[in-house]
């Protein structure tokens, strides 16, 4: 399997290997990698995941994109450890809430988060190639909450990756602050700013650009551009299709969305093969993708937080992997039309093309009363308390099944859980009057010492800590 950009879409002297995708992120000329072909299952081959584990289903759906960047039987090694840490056995287990609704439980890692389902991956994956090829990065990152400690799981204690992950001091939860210091690995360093996330993301983006800095200390990212983790998604999509009765009864999925990441792996599932009658957005205030799919309209507006901050965001990256497609896989066109929206605001897009994404999506927008109403309905109705990410795609969800024109009636809903509760107890407090209880992995970390460095917002200063700290680089 090859990889192509989908900037340019036209020179398949261009496609390129997996391991070589999989380290770089993000294509050289700005795009974003995408196969070359989907690797397509039948009838067949879906049956035979019935019953099967999910690391079973893992190394099966995923097998195919990997090429000879690692061997089978070390793939099929670190996919098992990767998923023998969760707390449920079933890895991502459905739960039946009513006739034909169903809650795809996401949050069973090591952050109680979805991200951990792609990056528990990735971590080790990134370890096992940079190894063949007796490389080393330094992991840099800035976050505003859920993926820093996402990516800090994935990659300490891993002997060719130092991780350093900036924060904005004092604005980001308890929980997801302790997520990141409490981790006692030596390659691990959490980085406390006196400024705000946007501080954080420039001194990131000034480090990826002092090129002497960049090559010296082989600057690398795990973000959620990266192709693999896309890959790692679409693992849990096929899984649930197959439970519910894939391939002769069709699933829908509501997935709450942002990056369109993880409603973009839905899509790859059905590419691949998978029957799917439906695949709903779910966006909070932060509506960009909403407005694109009922209105035909990209355009940025600003950000508006939320209590379900990990979808506050305007530019969904991994929309341009379905623009991609829309264009008719024409890379030019996909990179002018981005050069327009990053100087106007406005993604220009012709009506055939909208149309064929509306074809594919449904999107709905939830505002905050409808997702504390979401909270509630789902306790009051099945005594199951849901995180406020995991609220807004129920609430769509209802919204569609109320929607005659989409003919959903029939057959299985699935609704993308991708936040346990305990991660955002006050919101779910405040909507249900019940204060969902920490599992033990959230209550061990409240009383674990903390490990962080508090710097100025100033590049040198970062720098200077990363040189002094990181294991590459300096001449070490
Ligand atoms: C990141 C995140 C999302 C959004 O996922 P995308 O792939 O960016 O669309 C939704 N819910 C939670 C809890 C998240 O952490």
Request: aromatic share 8%; hydrophobic share 45%; net charge neutral.
């Amino acid at each position: 399997m090859r990889y192509i950009s989908t900037r340019d879409g036209r020179s398949p002297a261009e496609a390129r290997p997996f391991d070589d995708i999989l380290l770089a992120g993000l294509a050289p000329d700005g795009g974003l990698y995408v196969p070359e072909t989907w690797p397509l299952f039948g009838a067949n081959e879906l049956r035979a995941l019935k019953g099967k584990s999910y690391a079973e289903t893992a190394f099966a759906v995923t097998a195919p994109f990997l090429g000879d960047a690692v061997s089978p039987a070390e793939w099929r090694a670190i996919i098992d450890r990767a998923y023998r840490g969760f707390d449920d056995a079933d890895v991502a287990p459905l739960r039946q809430v009513a006739p034909d609704l169903y809650l795809l439980e996401l949050f069973h890692g090591p952050t109680l988060a979805f991200k951990d389902y792609a990056l528990q991956l990735i971590g080790p994956l990134f370890d096992a190639v940079l190894k063949r090829k007796h490389q080393r990065v330094t992991v840099i990152g800035a976050t505003s909450g859920d993926t820093g400690s996402a990516a800090i799981e994935a990659c300490r204690d891993r002997d060719s990756i130092d991780i350093f992950m900036l924060y904005p001091a004092g604005r980001i939860s308890e929980v997801q602050r302790r997520q990141m210091t409490t981790v006692q690995s030596a390659n691990v360093h959490a980085v406390a700013v006196d400024g705000t996330f946007d501080d954080c993301q420039d001194l990131v983006k000034a480090m990826f650009a002092d090129a002497k800095f960049r090559d010296a200390f082989h600057l690398s990212a795990v973000n959620s551009i990266n192709w693999a983790r896309i890959m790692a998604q679409i693992v849990y999509y096929v899984a649930a299709g197959v439970a519910l009765g894939a391939p002769s009864t069709p699933v829908a999925f509501a997935v709450p969305t942002g990056n369109f990441g993880n409603v973009y792996a839905a899509h790859a599932a059905r590419a691949m093969g998978l029957p799917v009658s439906r695949l709903i957005v779910a966006t909070n205030r932060n509506d960009i993708l909403t407005r694109f799919f009922n209105q035909g309209d990209m355009s940025l507006g600003p950000v508006e937080p939320t209590i379900s901050p990990s979808m506050d965001i305007q530019i969904s990256s991994n929309f341009e992997r379905l623009y991609f497609e829309l264009a008719g896989r024409d890379g030019k066109a996909v990179a002018s039309a981005f050069a327009e929206f990053r100087k106007t605001g406005t993604l220009p897009i012709a009506k055939p093309q909208w149309e064929k994404a509306r074809s594919l999506f449904s999107a709905y927008r939830v505002d905050e009363d409808q997702t504390r109403a979401a909270m509630k309905a789902a306790y009051n109705e099945s005594g199951r308390l849901i995180d406020p990410h995991s609220a807004v795609a129920l609430a769509a969800a209802k919204r569609a099944l109320g929607d005659t024109s989409m003919n959903l009636s029939a057959g299985p809903l699935v609704v993308v859980a991708t936040a346990h509760p305990a991660k955002f107890p006050d919101a779910v407090e405040s909507a249900t009057g019940i204060r969902p209880e920490a599992p033990p992995r959230l209550a061990r970390i409240m009383k674990l010492p903390e490990r962080l460095e508090k710097l100025p917002n100033r590049l040198g200063a970062v720098e200077d800590f990363i040189k002094s700290r990181a294991r590459l680089g300096g001449g070490r």
